[in-house]
């Protein structure tokens, strides 16, 4: 009978622990908050460039923006160099002729910024974005936008992504 006593009270001791429960729900909490981005990216080109038209459902987000037109290269916004009907001087290229100069310290001084930013960020290392919009004149050489790409990744930009004029899925239905 003594033994009965103890098992009841023991049963009764016990109760329900939701601690862990709660860290569970913190954490999809937190991912869910976290996923969840309500920052937008506007991304105005130069008046002189006419960007190609493409169908794309991927969304802009903030980055380095590079435009390139006819008669001029930009940095965020800023003319850092002059083309002549979209291309680059010799003079204005490396010796090995592959990187535009001028880009290429731009571009390493942008990032430079951004790793400022990340460096004292809870004594842990964090890689800047490397994310660069490139805004190009749909009339240029490939061979000019191949000089700025190369460039970028010389720069440490290595993922691009090309800026284009929203295209309908659909085709027009076409007249006879």
Known sequence: MALVRKKKRH???????ITSL????????FFLVKSMSVTTAAVKPPPD???????????VVEATSVALSLRDLRVNGQVILTLKNGKFAAAQLSRDGQEIKVLQTALTKERQKKLALFKGVSGKKFLAPRKILIQADKDLPFDTIKYVL???????YTDYQFV??????RAPASTP
Request: charged residues 15%; without cysteine; aromatic residues 0%.
């Open 11 to 17: 049963m009764l001791e016990m109760g329900l622990n």
């Open 22 to 29: 709660i860290d569970v729900l913190t954490v999809i909490l």
């Open 164 to 169: 284009v004029i929203q295209k309908s899925a």
């Open 49 to 59: 460039i006419r960007l190609p038209a493409a169908v794309s459902n991927s969304k």
């Open 150 to 156: 190369h460039t970028a990744a010389v720069a440490g």
